[in-house]
């Protein structure tokens, strides 16, 4: 299983910005997928997800409105978009096959701890 997250940086308070996670090593198609994200002294949270099926994501509260989470089929790969960015959004950014994703809550890495990326870094600044 690889995971490989890109799309951070260095963004100003209200921007936007797009994360990508490309994946190999498993069927994409069969799996409902997650972006996590850590902050700086924070354990690792879920933010998002997105069933095998496709929309609609589910989101964490903080999130709703200004994170979408698309995925690609085609090029197995899972998106997070994000608007109107806050301080707060500054993290690591991680994604990761699920083994549920609903209204009321999010799987764990399905492929364990050893599958982690190396994330992504985003940082929300003026």
Not at 24 to 49: H, I, L, N, T
């Amino acid at each position: 299983v690889q995971l490989v997250e890109s799309g951070g940086g260095l963004v100003q308070p209200g921007g936007s910005l797009t994360l990508s996670c490309t994946t190999s090593g498993f069927y994409f198609d069969v799996y409902s997928m997650a972006w996590f994200r850590q902050g700086p002294g924070k354990e690792r949270e879920k933010v998002a997800c997105i069933h095998y099926n496709g929309p609609p994501g589910y989101y964490i509260d903080s999130v709703k409105g200004r994170f979408k989470i698309p995925r690609n089929h085609a090029k197995s790969t899972v998106y997070l978009a994000r608007n109107d960015l806050k301080p707060e959004d500054t993290a690591m950014y991680y994604c990761a096959g699920v083994a549920f994703c609903t209204p009321h809550g999010i799987g764990d890495n399905s492929f364990g701890e050893g599958s982690w990326g190396r994330g992504t870094k985003v940082t929300v600044s003026s």
